[in-house]
């Protein structure tokens, strides 16, 4: 629903992901935000974003992107392996982050970025969705009036079908795998409950 009293964000887009479509695209359009750029590595998959989805110009690279003053929030949904280094840049440059989970590559990485985060007086977000959804917001509510009594037990699960082998999801070397590609959202909802569960869950095996 759009905000008659609020100007527009102006974003910009890292790549020309699949995933960009229903998670900022569609909402973006609907909220009455601007797609302002976007850069991908071939120029061609840009032009063809930007055609497609009424992006209002193409920048030559991501650096530029990042360079462009009109550009105020970057969304990153580029391969894993990629997160960590192109969401300090943005932060380097002074732009608020929408990032697609994980922020990060390694623990190393991830605390370079909440650092970077914290001290850029910015906007850092990752893409976590699933907590603005209405469950989301009762479970907690219910945690949180104690309606249905102490939390006791907790078990997560998701399940999508599989990718295809060759899907860079399962490359290593781009920070892919199971854990990072879907299971984060596990280990996210978890920790989320830390309120209602004595704290923050800690690996015990």
């Known amino acids: 629903m759009k905000d008659p009293g609020r100007e527009p964000l102006r974003i910009g887009v890292l790549g020309a992901a699949r995933i960009t479509e229903l998670s900022l695209v569609g909402p973006a359009r609907t909220t009455g935000h601007r797609l302002v750029a976007v850069a991908a590595r071939d120029r061609s998959r840009a032009e063809a974003f ?20 009109e550009v105020e929030v970057v969304y990153n949904p580029l391969a894993n392996g990629l997160h960590g280094s192109w969401n300090l840049a943005a ?5 608020h982050v929408l990032s697609e989970k994980p922020s990060a590559s390694n623990a190393e990485e991830a605390a370079e970025v909440r650092e970077a985060a914290a001290k850029a007086g910015t906007v850092f977000m990752e893409a976590f969705h699933y907590l603005f959804h209405p469950v989301t917001r009762r479970l907690h509510e219910i945690l949180e009036s104690g309606e249905l009594g102490e939390l006791q037990r907790v078990e997560t699960l998701v399940a999508i079908p599989a990718p295809d082998d060759s ?3 399962w490359s290593l070397t781009l920070a892919g795998g199971a854990v990072m590609d879907l299971g984060c959202y596990s280990l996210h909802a978890v920790r989320m409950l830390a309120p209602w569960a004595g704290g923050a869950p800690r690996l015990v095996s």
């Open 91 to 95: 932060l380097a440059a002074g732009k």
């Open 50 to 69: 930007a055609d497609e989805h009424d992006v209002e110009r193409v920048a030559d690279s991501y650096a530029d992107l990042l360079a462009d003053p």
């Open 167 to 169: 899907d860079p999801r």
